[in-house]
Nanobody, 121 residues
């Protein structure tokens, strides 16, 4: 099973930047798509950005041009650089990884515990 631990959340003023990091550990054969999701109070969890093992990225329209997702396959980490932050970016951000376990079965999903990002106006 894969464990994910996020770091880097906090309080920032509108227009500022934050960088989130997610480290994975545990027993796995490989990790496929990694992503950052976010959930604002009273709202459903939504995808902010994702990246494949080959580096193909996907962004929600609301963060395009402001957020950049990156990963280090060797270190099994994924980062989210968030620039020009807006109050509407305030949410708990969760790291997600889809992986293959040791016996080659794939499609397992693991979530981190979440990190709070608060953007003040």
């Amino acid at each position: 099973q894969v464990q994910l631990v996020e770091s880097g959340g906090g309080l920032v003023q509108a227009g500022g930047s934050l960088r989130l990091s997610c480290a994975s550990s545990g027993s796995m054969l490989s990790i496929g798509i990694m992503g950052w999701y976010r959930q604002a109070p009273g709202m459903a969890r939504e995808l902010a950005a994702s990246i494949t093992s080959g580096g193909q990225t996907n962004y929600a329209d609301s963060v395009k041009g402001r957020f950049t997702i990156s990963r280090d396959n060797a270190k099994k980490t994924v980062d989210l650089q968030m620039n020009t932050l807006k109050p509407e970016d305030t949410a708990v951000y969760y790291c997600n990884a889809v992986y293959c376990n040791d016996d080659g079965r794939c499609g397992f999903s693991s979530w981190g515990q979440g990190t709070q990002v608060t953007v003040s106006s």
